[in-house]
């Protein structure tokens, strides 16, 4: 089983910057080989931000590229998402996903982040 915890929400002003940490604690037999950050504006669908996997590779939505860089550690224990350029349109409920090789994915809980004057 793995539990997925994100932090580094809040509120900020429009071209300001958070960085959301997904921190997973697992069984070390569990092996997440790709994980990404999704988000749900109120009235939306949920839609991904940006994946990684465990080589490193990344993609990105279009409305985010150049904006935001999404990073793990060496383990893939903990997944960022560095936000810049901010504007009201990423307000979202965040989420964190990682899965592993065989097709089981778990979610986080979700953090807010509301960009705002």
């Known amino acids: 089983q793995v539990q997925l915890v994100e932090s580094g929400g809040g509120l900020v002003q429009p071209g300001g910057s958070l960085r959301l940490s997904c921190v997973a604690s697992?069984?070390?037999?569990?092996?997440?080989?790709?994980a990404g950050w999704y988000r749900q504006a109120p009235g939306s669908e949920r839609e991904l931000v940006a994946r990684i996997t465990r080589g490193g590779a990344t993609d990105y939505a279009d409305s985010v590229k150049g904006r935001f860089t999404i990073s793990r550690d060496h383990s893939m224990n903990t997944i960022y998402l560095q936000m810049d350029n901010l504007t009201p349109a990423d307000t979202a409920v965040y989420y964190c996903k990682a899965g592993t090789s065989g097709g089981i994915n778990w979610w986080g809980q979700g953090t807010q982040v509301t960009v705002s004057s």
């Open positions: 697992k069984n070390n037999r569990i092996a997440i080989t790709a």
